[in-house]
């Protein structure tokens, strides 16, 4: 009960200040693409995917980055649909990432799939945020 009503709390939160969101679904992007980049791409051996597989995720999480920053720069209340944007492509981003653990499932190790489960349950709850914050009508 106390859960739901922090979520609640979260979404007016951020339906009064969208640009909230996109901040800080942006530091989410840029922590993502630090730790694959930095930490899980050097010991790639300990997490069971390929290089070129985190090297990609890192690229498509500094992307989601930009997206963010840019769409906080230029958003307006006629502009919601940036937030939506936003939902679709971490939703996308969630489905390659578990697409390629999927593919790589034989190698890939229990620290991989911790890492990588948990950075997949991160983003399902800011993507519902984002889609609750996107529906909100405008009057």
């Excluded at 919601?80 to 939703?91: H, K, P, V, Y």
Aim: hydrophobic fraction near 55%; charged fraction near 10%.
């Amino acid at each position: 009960m106390i859960k739901l009503a922090m979520m609640q709390n979260l979404i007016n939160n951020f339906q009064q200040e969208p640009r909230r969101l996109l901040l800080v679904d942006a530091l989410g992007a840029l922590l993502s693409a630090a730790l694959l980049y930095f930490l899980l791409m050097p010991h790639a051996d300990l997490i069971g995917l390929p290089q070129k597989h985190i090297n990609g995720l890192a690229i498509g999480a500094l992307c989601l980055m930009a997206y963010d920053l840019i769409a906080r720069i230029v958003y307006t209340a006629e502009r919601r649909w940036t937030i939506a944007g936003i939902a679709l492509l971490n939703t996308l981003y969630c489905v390659t990432t578990l697409g390629l653990l999927a593919l790589h499932y034989p190698t890939i190790t229990l620290l991989g799939w911790g890492y990588f489960l948990g950075e997949s349950a991160i983003i399902v709850v800011l993507v519902y945020l984002e889609w609750r914050v996107s529906a909100k009508p405008e009057y």
